[in-house]
């Protein structure tokens, strides 16, 4: 999303996303003064359909002794009686962290153009448990059946990440719980979420979103399972697990099958971070917002006069085998779409590639199917591999030829080759009839300006090959930014990439198989995306 006027800006998400009264409401990180992080306000954003956005005037920016330096990151939640209130992590004089919450001056207003703070904040403060310079970003608030709100706050302790609990029965005096809600040995936790996913064979559908404020409802709940996300401000990846909630005990304990540390499942194995969602009441569903940071130079961030975007929002659903998330960009996205090419039963033999053309591919959405013909190629996967994706994606890149793969796309690519951006696939054997399905994206030849930091990034992928023999990819391509859904949103990878000769016109996209074995491409459909309304300053 673009920034919201043409002064220098930063943005980052990390705020609170919802839905009130017919509009989705987006409350981000903004620095009104400069391209750089700094003089931390909430900006404010609204949308009838999560695409066409406009902006407002800040919600909440510095103006009392518990936010005088600065208004950080927070989430928002519906009252009961249809009240929405923000609760948000303000700095204080002391440069500690407290945690505070504004209410809206006018609910008659739906855009909820102005906001007030209550005297009583700080609702929460650090005691003398908690590292009051590491104690920030409060989660949605949920209802339990004791008749208490509960939240969570991230911390840590040395090398602990915390979800520290907090409880309250009027939302005004909350106290801690004995015990956190849950901790890891991980860094420091920053932008915890946490919030119920269906399950399948259930009596709703397993894709349908579960508002927060259900689950005082015992029926609900044992329908459900919950998600426990957090930012980890050391590696500045995401990772979440899922499983129970003891409501009675306090207590998330996440399900054996969800590695609990460093190496767990990612949102998103790329340039994704402080991401948030919310239940989108209008439609039955859990929107997921992630954060792009720049990979551009400070220079040029400084020269185009904003940084840090927002990721297309997805809808964010538990798969049927309940192993891990599905995401996948809202339906909405759609409806962007215009000229469309497609291919179709093409083979591409090994060592082989063909250009797609017939629409402009810099601003476009791009779905293709592959079909493997043959598996017996496949290279010995290292178990000791399986803790580092993003090291096997950068020692067998897009460059370095294999047995089933490297397959998928070369994307900002210049006419010449000499720029490109590859997506794509590469399988491994670990015996006859199991093997592994890595997924990279490697910008290293994006561009040849020596500042840009162009790491690859990976994931392995969920799916059985030997038996499909398919896999699918669609890839959303916006000038700097490449989105990559693999097998239909089990593996998602977002990348920055500032190619200097694939821009515009000049920017082409290819298939190509730079592995031994022949591959075939199903069906490939193309569409060139129409710009949508970017943060237009609201008519007053």
């Not at 929460?124 to 310079?133: K, L, V």
């Not at 592994?436 to 969920?462: H, K, W």
């Not at 082409?508 to 193309?526: Q, Y």
């Amino acid at each position: 999303m673009a920034p919201c006027d043409s002064k220098p800006s930063y943005v980052r998400m990390d705020a609170g996303p919802m839905y009130y009264k017919g509009l989705y409401h987006l409350f981000y990180q903004y620095n009104p003064k400069g391209a750089v992080w700094g003089n931390i306000i909430w900006a404010h954003s609204v949308s009838t359909d999560l695409i066409h956005w406009v902006a407002l005037q800040p919600a909440i920016y510095p103006t009392k002794p518990f936010d005088v330096n600065g208004c950080w990151s927070g989430s928002a939640t519906l009252l009961p009686n249809g009240v929405p209130v923000i609760m948000y992590t303000g700095i204080d004089p002391h440069k500690n962290q407290v945690q505070n919450v504004a209410y809206p001056a006018n609910l008659s207003d739906p855009f909820l153009r102005e906001w007030v703070k209550p005297e009583y904040n700080p609702i929460i403060t650090p005691d003398h448990g908690i590292n009051a310079s590491a104690f920030r970003d409060p989660t949605t608030a949920w209802y339990g059946p004791d008749g208490h709100w509960r939240l969570v706050v991230g911390t840590k302790e040395n090398m602990r990440g915390i979800a520290v609990l907090y409880r309250s029965r009027d939302f005004k005096k909350w106290v801690k719980a004995r015990h956190s809600l849950h901790a890891g040995l991980t860094g420091m936790w920053e932008c915890p979420d946490f919030f119920p996913v269906a399950v399948a064979g259930g009596s709703r559908h397993h894709q349908s979103g579960v508002d927060t404020a259900e689950l005082h409802d015992r029926v609900v709940a044992e329908e459900v399972k919950y998600v426990l996300k957090v930012s980890l401000e050391l590696t500045r990846y995401d990772y979440y697990t899922v499983g129970t909630y003891d409501h009675d005990k306090e207590r998330y304990t996440p399900d054996p099958a969800f590695p609990d540390n460093d190496y767990g499942l990612r949102y998103d194995y790329g340039d994704f971070y402080a991401s948030k969602s919310f239940f989108d009441p209008a439609k039955k569903r859990r929107v997921l917002w992630g954060w792009a940071n720049e990979s551009d130079t400070v220079t040029d961030d400084r020269h185009k006069g904003w940084a840090g975007i927002q990721a297309i929002p997805r809808k964010i659903f538990l798969s049927r085998s309940g192993r891990q998330l599905i995401q996948w960009p809202v339906e909405e996205v759609k409806s962007l779409r215009s000229k469309h090419v497609n291919v179709s039963n093409k083979a591409v033999k090994g060592g082989e590639y063909f250009e797609v053309t017939g629409f402009k591919s810099v601003q476009s959405d791009v779905e293709t199917a592959f079909t493997i013909r043959n598996l017996d190629k496949a290279e010995k996967f290292d178990p000791a591999w399986r803790t580092d994706a993003q090291g096997l994606c950068k020692k067998f890149n897009s460059h370095v030829k294999g047995g089933v793969g490297p397959f998928g796309l070369w994307l900002l690519a210049s006419d010449d080759l000499e720029e490109r951006t590859a997506v794509f696939f590469r399988v491994f054997k670990t015996n006859d009839t199991n093997y592994v399905v890595l997924m990279c994206n490697d910008p290293t030849r994006s561009s040849y300006e020596s500042q840009i930091y162009r790491p690859t990034f990976a994931g392995f992928v969920n799916v059985d090959i030997a038996k499909t023999k398919k896999i699918a990819l669609r890839t959303l391509i916006d000038h700097s930014v490449v989105e990559s859904f693999g097998a239909g949103g089990k593996t998602c990878i977002l990348t920055r990439v500032y190619p200097r000769k694939a821009i515009g016109d000049d920017a082409h996209l290819f298939v190509f198989n730079n592995g031994e074995s022949d591959i075939k491409v199903t069906n490939l459909h193309a569409w060139e995306m129409k710009t949508p309304t970017m943060n237009k300053l609201l008519e007053q």
